[in-house]
């Protein structure tokens, strides 16, 4: 197995977290979470403390918490990714359990075609057993390239983590996909990844891409105000190569904070890495020129759309300022027998 595990040298923002609950994320199955839901720990909010507040079992604690074990052993959670995909960094996050963390933990996984593992299922160590510490972000880098679909989550022996983010691409085999049926090319479960903006003072920008509408301002991107000439601008890389034949821009909760209007770019991209992107939009071609945009609204366009034929990459351009909940980018992909995510 070729997996490399480097701790505090990966960057999650450009990732998608696989064990949002957003996404559908869901324990399955836990040895023990007296103190606290095991769901919790999927929860995409930061975790919070609460002083002063118990429930019937003790400190209400936001996280996943065991009992103290009197016996041998050691506590696990299983957990149903959102998405398959493949991983490219894990966060275990203690943030608020300091006499309570786990003092190790590791993590494997299976890959399910269909339904949930069974007792016959072999299950892959990616993450061998790392030291904890209270209070702290334990950021590992993983190199590993095969699709996941569960994870069996272990802490030894027991004790309470705050958020595990399982941050990768989703998987798809796009070689099963209707040539000639639309697809969501820019969301989040089918491998789009926002991967640069000019701000994200408010929201974050990854937060287009997920399914369903917004919940609230906070489950959108929304930039600070814009003091300086220009505008803002988030880059977006398709799930897989397509040609775009609708795009729905949602300002759904943003009323006295929504752009004025916005634009889109498209591209190719066949070289290059993310860290440069931003150099080469500079030049991509226009896929929708200039529209204007309604607070709180559901924007579709189709008809005005410039044919720029397949593309990879898009940047829709905000002017100047504000915010926006969903971007949706509905098109054919390119055939390509055998790709995949």
């Not at 993310?274 to 896929?287: A, K």
């Amino acid at each position: 197995m070729n997996t490399a595990i480097e701790q505090n040298s990966f960057d999650p923002v450009k990732w998608t977290n696989l064990a949002d609950a957003r996404l559908g994320a869901k324990a399955i199955a836990v040895t023990d979470d007296w103190f606290a839901d095991v769901n919790r720990m999927l929860q995409p909010e930061e975790p919070v403390w609460k002083e002063g507040v118990f429930d019937d079992n003790g400190k209400w604690m936001d996280g996943w918490e065991s009992r103290r074990k009197r016996f041998e052993g050691y506590d696990h959670a299983i957990i149903r990714l959102g998405v398959p995909g493949i991983i490219k960094g894990v966060d275990i996050d203690t943030r608020y359990f300091t006499g309570n963390y786990p003092p190790s933990a590791s993590i494997e996984a299976c890959y399910c075609v269909d339904g949930d593992p069974t007792d016959a299922t072999v299950w892959e160590e990616f993450l061998p057993s790392v030291s904890l510490q209270g209070d702290s972000h334990h950021l590992h880098a993983i190199a590993d390239n095969r699709p996941w679909s569960h994870l069996r989550f272990n802490i030894y022996p027991d004790g309470g983590v705050a958020r595990l983010r399982i941050y990768g691409v989703p998987y798809r085999d796009w070689s099963l996909h209707p040539s000639q049926e639309s697809v969501d090319l820019a969301a989040a479960v089918n491998g789009g990844r926002a991967i640069a903006c000019s701000d994200e003072h408010f929201g974050r920008m990854g937060n287009i891409l997920n399914p369903g509408r917004g919940i609230n301002m906070g489950d959108g991107w929304e930039t600070a105000r814009r003091r300086t000439p220009g505008n803002d601008w988030v880059i977006v890389a398709l799930g897989h190569p397509g040609v775009i034949q609708k795009v729905i821009v949602d300002t759904l909760h943003f009323k006295g904070n929504y752009p004025d209007s916005c634009s889109i770019q498209g591209a190719y991209v066949k070289g290059g890495t993310d860290e440069q992107i931003e150099t080469q939009s500079l030049f991509w071609q226009e896929l929708l020129p200039s529209q204007k945009l309604e607070m709180h609204s559901e924007h579709g366009f189709a008809a005005e759309l410039n044919d720029i034929g397949m593309i990879t990459h898009v940047r829709i351009n905000i002017f100047p300022d504000g915010g926006i909940s969903r971007l949706r980018l509905f098109g054919l992909i390119e055939q390509a027998v055998g790709t995949k995510v």
